[in-house]
């Protein structure tokens, strides 16, 4: 089975800085798009950032300029880079990921969502 694990989230002053990592593992023979998203108290889950199995990445408005969303391919993790944080950017981190996996009669692409990490940023 395929499992994402987040980590790196914690409690942060306005301004600072924390980096958020995903790892992807189990049964992997590829993983295609990569993606953060955040859910903060009473708020639906919105998305983040995201990066294509070429590199190429697009933001929410609201972090472009203050995140950054990298992976590397090799350790199957996605890395998410936040600065200048500032107290609406706390929420529940989650990580996304579009895995092409085998039950060991088939192969699919299934969609796969960690258990999330807490980003609170504090004024």
């Known amino acids: 089975q395929v499992q994402l694990v987040e980590s790196g989230g914690g409690l942060v002053q306005a301004g600072g800085s924390l980096r958020l990592s995903c790892v992807a593992s189990g049964t992997i023979l590829s993983i295609d798009t990569m993606a953060w998203y955040r859910q903060a108290p009473g708020k639906q889950r919105e998305l983040v950032a995201i990066?294509?199995?070429?590199?190429?990445?697009n933001y929410a408005d609201s972090v472009k300029g203050r995140f950054t969303i990298s992976r590397d391919n090799a350790k199957n993790t996605v890395y998410l880079q936040m600065n200048s944080l500032k107290p609406e950017d706390t929420a529940v981190y989650y990580c996304k990921a579009d895995i092409h996996t085998s039950n060991g009669f088939r192969t699919y692409t299934f969609q796969y969502w960690g258990q999330g990490t807490q980003v609170t940023v504090s004024s």
């Open positions: 990066i294509t199995s070429g590199g190429s990445t």
